[in-house]
């Protein structure tokens, strides 16, 4: 089943904290947490604009399929 990667601003989504209720990020993109296609939906349904900073207007999606490298900074040939 393919992954998803969530892309905020430049940066990519590493996880959620629900004790502090912020969303963490990394500039790695192999670091990224994959999601499930659904479980990226609700993710997004459930942390937009809860005064975090997380809006879904800056929110890029992108599918990995299994054993594929995610590199987003790489030329489409």
């Known amino acids: ?3 998803v990667i969530i892309q905020h601003n430049g940066v990519f989504v590493k996880g959620f ?11 790695k993109p192999n670091s990224a947490f994959r999601f499930d296609a659904i479980d990226a939906n609700k993710f997004l349904v459930d942390h937009d604009n809860k005064g975090h900073g997380f809006q879904i207007e800056n929110v890029r999606m ?3 399929r299994r054993g594929e490298k ?8």
């Open 1 to 3: 089943m393919p992954k």
């Open 17 to 27: 904290s629900r004790v502090t209720h912020r969303v963490y990020y990394t500039k």
């Open 62 to 64: 992108h599918l990995v």
């Open 70 to 77: 995610f590199d987003p900074f790489r030329d489409k040939e």
